[in-house]
């Protein structure tokens, strides 16, 4: 089955760049897309086939896609964004694949 | 805007059956994938399966023996069973509509499914 590897938690100061990564064998290869989940929500994708963002979703969130490694950048964060962030990719064998999730918090 | 309103019930006993309807408002269950995901209390997403609104299914390979997914287009409902449940199967679990790729724009509000005697 496809596994897709998260870092547990990533911690950052505001207004400092958040990076948050996702790996998986060959992940440059699939599309991938982000969730975000602020505590008790559900989830919302912030960044879609890698680097398309869905409307109403702040610029300050980007996505990049290369390798082994994906990448959910979160610029000038603020105390909103802390949550968990998901990487998602669609595998021929596995179908819908999760990454185990990433806690961001917001110094 | 297309709505999902999850229903069932929140307690099954082990070894029975888990079943929960979503049903779609303000839009179409045409032309989309609709996901079921569940997520265990503390834990991260885990995806179950995906049906397209033609009755098609895939399955999460390590569920597939014990779920089934159904559509009713003339009802605009979505349904999930899962069998011989236990205490594993306790979770929080959301109907998404998608694509086939796994993202997804819409979800319902989540049902906490807990599996006791």
């Known amino acids: 089955s496809y596994v897709l590897t998260q870092p547990p938690s990533v911690s950052v100061a505001p207004g400092k760049t958040a990076r948050i990564t996702c790996g998986g064998n060959?992940?440059?290869?699939?599309?991938v897309h982000w969730y975000q989940q602020k505590s008790g929500q559900v989830p919302v994708v912030v960044v879609y086939?890698?680097?398309d963002r869905p409307s109403g979703i702040p610029e300050r969130f980007s996505g990049s896609n290369s390798g082994n490694t994906a990448t959910l950048t979160i610029s000038r964060v603020e105390a909103e964004d802390e949550a968990d962030y998901y990487c998602?990719?669609?595998?021929?064998?596995?179908?819908?694949?999760f990454g185990g999730g990433t806690k961001l918090t917001v110094l | 805007q297309v709505q999902l309103q999850q229903s069932g019930p929140g307690l099954v006993k082990p070894s029975e059956t888990l079943s929960l309807t979503c049903t779609v408002s303000?839009?179409?269950?045409?032309?989309?994938?609709w996901s079921w995901i569940r997520q265990p209390p503390g834990k991260g997403l885990e995806w179950i399966g995906y049906i397209y609104y033609s009755g098609s299914t895939t399955y999460n390979p390590s569920l597939k023996r014990r779920v089934t997914l159904s559509v009713d287009t003339s009802k605009n409902q979505l349904s999930l069973k899962l069998n011989s449940v236990t205490a594993a199967d306790t979770a929080m679990y959301y109907c998404?509509?998608?694509?086939?790729?796994?993202?997804?724009?819409?979800w319902g509000q989540g049902t906490l499914v807990a599996v006791s005697s």
């Open positions: 086939y890698d680097s």
């Open positions: 303000g839009g179409s269950i045409g032309s989309y994938y």
């Open positions: 060959n992940i440059g290869s699939k599309s």
């Open positions: 998602q990719v669609w595998d021929s064998n596995s179908g819908v694949v």
């Open positions: 998404a509509r998608g694509t086939y790729y796994g993202d997804t724009d819409s």
